[in-house]
Every structure is written in structure tokens, then in C-alpha cells.
């Protein structure tokens, strides 16, 4: 089992910036994945970014030059600084964490945080 425990997020004005932490804890994989998920209310929750151990990373097209994803693989955490924030970057954010064995692979959730950016 793998605990992730996420802080930062909060209400912020358009134009604002604001950064989320996670930190995982338990069973954690020599080689794994950790991002964030956004999920706006009515919608889906869709990959915002995400990021290796080896520090690979991939972002969603509309957050691309605002936010960056980073971790900490000694301290086994990720961050989401999130700048230039718009109001279509209101939503749940949610740590993800997903181990990369050969086989037998787990993926876990975060309890989510809210970020709200006001017009």
C-alpha cells in the first residue's frame, strides 16, 4: 500500500500562482510515476502532469509553459507549481502514484484538493 498526502491548493486570483505538494509514503517502488489529476466539476478528471523517477515528464497541452511538476525522490514527493493560473484551472487536484515493475503494477489516489482561481 502506498499513503499519498497532498497540501497547497486554496482559492487564488486569475493571473495567481499557487503550489501543490504530495507526499507518498508506504510500500514505494524503485521505479514508479507520480503526477496530478484535475477533475472540474461535470467533468472528467484528466491528467494535468505527471513525472518519472528518472524525471520524465508530460504535461496536459493547456497547462504547458504555466505549470511545473517536480519531485523529491528522497523524500518520495511530488510538486505541481502552478503559475499564471485561469479560471478553467478551477477543479479538484488529485496526487496520483502508479509503480512500474514488469508486472503485478498498483496506482493510487490522494484524498484531492481543491483550487479554485476567481475571475
Known amino acids: 500500500q502506498v499513503q499519498l498526502v497532498e497540501s497547497g491548493g486554496g482559492l487564488v486570483q486569475a493571473g495567481g500562482s499557487l503550489r501543490l505538494s504530495c507526499a507518498a509514503s508506504?510500500?514505494?517502488?524503485?521505479?514508479?510515476?507520480m503526477g496530478w489529476y484535475r477533475q472540474a466539476p461535470g467533468k472528467q478528471r484528466d491528467l494535468v502532469a505527471t513525472?518519472?523517477?528518472?524525471?520524465?515528464?508530460n504535461y496536459k497541452d493547456s497547462v504547458k509553459g504555466r505549470f511545473t511538476i517536480s519531485r523529491d525522490n528522497a523524500d518520495n514527493t511530488v510538486y505541481l507549481q502552478m503559475n499564471s493560473l485561469k479560471p478553467e484551472d478551477t477543479g479538484v487536484y488529485y496526487c496520483?502514484?502508479?509503480?512500474?515493475?514488469?508486472?503485478?503494477?498498483?496506482?493510487?489516489w490522494g484524498q484531492g484538493t481543491q483550487v479554485t482561481v476567481s475571475s
Open positions: 513525472i518519472t523517477n528518472g524525471g520524465t515528464t
Open positions: 496520483y502514484y502508479k509503480t512500474l515493475r514488469l508486472y503485478n503494477n498498483y496506482e493510487y
Open positions: 508506504g510500500s514505494i517502488s524503485s521505479r514508479d510515476i
